[in-house]
């Protein structure tokens, strides 16, 4: 990240941006002039709103169920303080720093919008927040994602307000002090402000934001492993033949097979017993993979659509228009971001209960045409790396047990105002998980296929996997061969963590833009 502050306009926040902040402890974001300028005319609209003295939802009314009941003029910043201090309700872990970093970086994005009726000083006072590292403690549940991500949002301005936690070096640390310590002064919300900061998307959208880059980088790194797999086991590139593909256009099914025939180019391995195979075709998960991998793909690019539309969009409630009209809506719903959570969800477990079949095809000697059994140099006395599959097959079943969709789960709250509620966060929850689960299958994927390379030898795979061999095996991640038996516990964490970081991302090996998203 530049030293330069991210302008923020409401409008044209992207992905990337938001992995960017939310990954660099020192990123900082401005108010551009136009929405500052946008949003102090809003501002205006909402106090002479109030001073007509009319009934405005949240402004000088209570809230949800308490909607019908009057608050006197006198009492309304009272009102918006009590709103925070009550609806701070969640309990659990703390969400990630990069989480939380993202959720504060999104909401004063939509604060920054002209609908919000805001003042621009909200809006500062969050971004120095930002700014300084001054994390909130956002328990992870407690959110249904209904009237927006009302608790996880509730304790970002509590502690916007100096009152909660921080996010401190050894643990929660009061409010207060952090913000004394930064040199930044606690904020008093004023009329509508409690309510416009609390109804919003912006807890699961930011798990969504993060979630699709990390899972678009996993989806071209699976491509890879499965290349890679595919040479290990000297089957048939014919699958790929991008006339089959034009045959059955799918977006995600074209891209998968380009991906992989540009990963296999001029390997040698395939030329070896290209003359005398007897093979007609190769096993589902070898075959199948552009068909498999390529609905995964989709699924992702469709949830990057949803979360494009979430970053810019009004959530709060009620809206601010510029012809003085303040209606009350429900953007704030999540529906929108709940299912495309719990597409990842579904896609990245599909990734990954793929990876295992071919995990199991490389290790299964009655499986592998030649290989030994479990890839040990001395099967019997050596198990090589037969534990490796169990290990994947657990973290398959466990994310298909995480994958039936939360969205569909609605409890009412509220009293029964709030009736149809979308379960957003657990949604996040639990594909955040599953993409976890998913980035070690695909390393464990990576181990087996890179020890089965090696009983090739001298034989060369196609470039692309060849490169991506010699990085699991350089200095950069460090695993070498198998020649003995060794735990595979610290090297499946060390490829599981290069696969997060990108590391065997194959755009590094094949550029090319046709495979990013």
Partial sequence: MTDAPLVLDGSSLTIETVVRVARAAGARAALAAPA????ARSRALVEAAVAGGGALYGI???FGKLATVRVADSRLDD??????????AGVGAPLPREVVRALMLLRANVLARPTSGVR???????LAMLGADVLPWVPEQGSVGASGDLAPLAHVALALMGEGQVLGAAGPEPAAAALARAGLAPVRFAPKEGLAFINGTQAQTALLALLVHDAEVLWRSAAAAAAMSL???RGTP?????????????????????LMRDLL?????RESHRADDPRVQDAYSLRCTPQVLGAVRDGIAYARTVAEVELNASTDNPLVFDDGAVLSGGNFHGQPVAQALDLLAIALTTLQGIAERRIERVVNPDLSDGLPAFLARDPGLASGYMMVQITAAGLVAESRSLAAPASIQSIPTDANQEDFVPMGMAAAFKARRILANAQRVVAAEFLCAAQGLEFLRPLKPGRGVAMLHERIRGPGIG???LEADRPPAPDLERLAAAVAAGALDPLAAVPGEAYLH
């Fill in 238 to 258: 014919t699958a790929l033949d991008p006339r089959i593909h034009a045959a059955r256009p799918h977006a995600g099914q074209v891209a998968t097979a380009a």
């Fill in 265 to 269: 180019a001029a390997s040698e391995i």
């Fill in 120 to 126: 621009p000083e909200l809006v500062d006072a969050l």
């Fill in 479 to 481: 695993i070498g061969p």
């Fill in 36 to 39: 500052r300028a946008a949003l």
């Fill in 60 to 62: 000088n009314t209570g």
């Fill in 79 to 88: 009102l918006q303080v009590n709103l925070i201090r009550s609806h701070a």
């Fill in 231 to 233: 040479e290990a086991l």
